[in-house]
């Protein structure tokens, strides 16, 4: 059974930092593309970053590119986004997810996940 349990979110001003974790038990995590999305009150799910199984392609949402950096560990299964020069618009629900095709590229579409954690807040105030 897939597993993925997000972390490191909380309330920071606008133009902080903060890191997300994403620790995940249950496949072969280091075969399997990793994203992360985020959902804002009153909006749909979007995605923000995705990583492929080998950690050599990464992809942005326009909206985060040139703040946010998505990387992963293999040897410690967890999959990370780093946030800097945060803004109010980014506060939303952060999602990790992870596709259950092996040696993925990753991608934008939520459709292509299979397994998500439960969330973590990140609220920026102004």
């Known amino acids: 059974q897939v597993q993925l349990v997000e972390s490191g979110g909380g309330l920071v001003q606008a133009g902080g930092s903060l890191r997300l974790s994403c620790a995940a038990s249950g496949l072969t995590f280091s075969s399997y593309a990793m994203g992360w999305f985020r959902q804002a009150p009153g909006k749909e799910r979007e995605f923000v970053a995705a990583i492929s199984w080998n950690g050599f392609r990464s992809y942005y949402a326009d909206s985060v590119k040139g703040r946010f950096t998505i990387s992963r560990d293999n040897a410690k299964n967890t999959v990370y986004l780093q946030m800097s020069s945060l803004k109010p618009a980014d506060t939303a629900v952060y999602y990790c997810?992870?596709?259950?095709?092996?040696?993925?590229?990753?991608?934008?579409?939520?459709?292509?996940?299979?397994?998500w954690g439960q969330g973590t807040q990140v609220t920026v105030s102004s």
């Open positions: 997810a992870q596709s259950p095709r092996r040696l993925g590229a990753g991608s934008s579409d939520q459709n292509e996940y299979g397994y």
